[in-house]
């Protein structure tokens, strides 16, 4: 595989994927992988999602099948959220309202590339089932969800980036240096978030693959207009903006 950029998580933060987008391109990489949650939660899911019309590959994620069909499973302010994402998807004012949800109804739930395979959630199930840190406690849960990967898997959904390894172990990106070299055993990789960390670093989240290495990368940006921007509308959660200053 060439050197990639693996992105997950954007939620609608136009600022933050920005960002991103420029960080990705300092580091010459033009693939871009997106494994879902385009929106969701933040202020501007159509231009969000024009910009992942761009990329390699974007997988579907919960939150983009909940606008697509009816949401199930969410939590009060999710579900508004994603009632308010749908109405701006269906507002045919907009130019390219057809495509766009065209684009969403089209996206895969996984992808597979060799040893590689790619989820939103987990290769068990993968649009719904979080897998966090902690559940490398849950050694029974681990070993199933393993039984699914060939390899190595790459996956977002907990907003939480990180290694998983097969002896059940989870490595923070800062217990690694933010680096990680494929070897012989099975790994589950999560990039983290875009445009809603919740590991407590508010900065962008993604993984640049390149050969067997993987580098956990952060992106500085300023949230406080993403935030004033869903402070603004009723339909989001003000919650929704202010856990965007501090990761969580
Ligand atoms: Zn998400």
């Known amino acids: 595989m060439g050197k990639r950029a693996i992105i997950s998580d954007i939620h609608g933060n136009f600022e933050a994927l920005t960002a991103v987008l420029a960080d990705i391109e300092a580091q010459g990489i033009s693939e871009i992988y997106c494994l879902g949650d385009v929106i969701g939660y933040g202020p501007n899911p159509r231009e969000c999602i024009d910009v992942c019309r761009e990329f390699a590959l974007t997988l579907l994620g919960n939150h983009d099948?909940?606008?697509?069909?009816?949401?199930?499973g969410f939590s009060s302010g999710a579900e508004r959220a994603i009632f308010w994402t749908r109405s701006q998807l269906e507002q045919t004012e907009h130019?390219?309202?057809?495509?766009?949800?065209?684009?969403?109804?089209?996206?895969?739930?996984?992808?597979?590339?060799g040893d590689?395979?790619?989820?939103?959630?987990?290769?068990?199930?993968?649009?719904?089932?979080?897998?966090?840190?902690?559940?490398?406690?849950?050694?029974?849960?681990?070993?199933?969800?393993?039984?699914?990967?060939?390899?190595?898997?790459?996956q977002g959904h907990t907003h939480v980036p990180g290694v998983f390894t097969e002896n059940f172990r989870f490595?923070?990106?800062?217990?690694?240096?933010?680096?990680?070299?494929?070897?012989e055993q099975k790994l589950m990789i999560n990039v983290g978030s875009v445009g809603q960390p919740r590991d407590s670093d508010p900065r962008?989240?993604?993984?640049?693959?390149?050969?067997?290495e993987v580098e956990f990368?952060?992106?500085?940006?300023?949230?406080?207009?993403?935030?004033?921007?869903?402070?603004?509308?009723?339909?989001?959660?003000?919650?929704?903006?202010?856990?965007?200053?501090?990761?969580?």
Not at 65 to 72: I, S, W
Not at 171 to 183: D, R, V
Request: proline residues 7%; hydrophobic residues 30%; negative net charge.
């Open 65 to 72: 099948n909940g606008a697509l069909f009816d949401p199930e």
């Open 95 to 113: 130019e390219g309202a057809k495509e766009r949800w065209d684009f969403l109804a089209s996206l895969p739930r996984t992808h597979r590339e």
């Open 116 to 154: 590689f395979m790619f989820v939103h959630g987990s290769p068990r199930s993968p649009l719904n089932e979080y897998v966090f840190p902690e559940d490398v406690y849950n050694q029974r849960k681990i070993e199933r969800i393993f039984g699914f990967i060939q390899k190595y898997c790459f």
């Open 171 to 183: 490595y923070s990106p800062s217990e690694i240096s933010n680096t990680y070299t494929l070897g």
């Open 204 to 212: 962008g989240s993604y993984v640049i693959l390149d050969g067997n």
């Open 217 to 248: 990368r952060r992106v500085e940006y300023d949230p406080a207009p993403t935030r004033q921007k869903i402070l603004g509308i009723s339909e989001l959660d003000d919650f929704l903006g202010d856990r965007l200053l501090e990761g969580r």
